[in-house]
């Protein structure tokens, strides 16, 4: 069974800053994995998924994830954080084994910008 | 607009009582998910369905079914209602039964208070 751990359920940043949220996983088979965000009243919006090749992913808003297998981690990163990236951030993964089921979801990151 | 419909948007209803929550795939998917947010217990995979079939289940309740018609819609139906399963229920669809490749598009949610 699939696990993920997002590390901070808040996480605060100056406007400008670099922006960086971390995601543990555990999977029993090759993962894929997912970092969506959900905005306030809103549904969840994918910004960036790993499937297989290369490990450095490229999303959506100046966003970008790494996949690292020895450290079992798919942190988020931004270089430099602005006031509309304030949200709940998900990271969510799925077994690539074949089969199929739904995604499991960590507990979620908000994260804050400061001005 | 991600190409998920779900109705209605917000629904207050009684202890006890039973409701329908509706979902329109995206145009082309196969596949359709619901999920669960809640403050406590976060995102749950609840059910998917592909191309009319039960494919997978998750921590769905057994007061709680879904089906998927022939024209890809899918319905949720929330029995006995208690509150404790007031929450966000989110439908989520993909291209085929793995999703993966493709990765989840989501629906704006239904928020359902039960009172």
């Known amino acids: 069974a699939q696990s993920v751990t997002q590390l901070g359920s808040h996480v605060s940043v100056s406007e400008g800053a670099l922006v960086l949220l971390r995601c543990n996983y555990s999977?029993?088979?090759?993962?894929?994995l997912f970092w969506y965000v959900q905005y306030p009243n809103q549904g969840l919006q994918l910004l960036l998924k790993y499937t297989t090749g290369a490990t450095l992913v490229k999303g959506i808003n100046g966003f970008e994830a790494e996949f690292k297998k020895s450290e079992t981690s798919f942190h988020l990163t931004k270089p430099s954080a602005h006031m509309s990236d304030a949200a709940e951030y998900f990271c969510a993964v799925k077994g690539a084994g074949g089969g199929a089921d739904g995604l499991t979801f960590g507990k979620g990151t908000h994260l804050i910008i400061q001005p | 607009d991600s190409g998920v419909t779900q109705t209605p948007k917000h629904l207050i209803t009684a202890t006890g009582q039973r409701v329908t929550l509706r979902c329109s795939p995206r145009?082309?998917?196969?596949?359709v998910y619901w999920y669960q947010q809640s403050l406590d217990q976060g995102l749950q995979f609840l059910i998917q369905?592909?191309?009319?079939?039960?494919?997978a289940k998750g921590n769905i309740l057994e007061r709680f079914s879904a089906q998927q018609f022939p024209d890809l819609h899918s319905e949720l139906n929330l029995s006995s209602l208690e509150l404790g399963d007031s929450a966000l229920y989110f439908c989520?669809?993909?291209?085929?039964?793995?999703?993966?490749?493709?990765?989840?598009?989501f629906g704006s949610g239904t928020r359902l208070t039960v009172v």
């Open positions: 369905y592909y191309n009319g079939e039960e494919r």
């Open positions: 999977s029993s088979v090759p993962p894929y």
């Open positions: 145009s082309g998917d196969l596949s």
């Open positions: 989520a669809s993909s291209v085929d039964s793995r999703g993966s490749n493709y990765g989840y598009t």
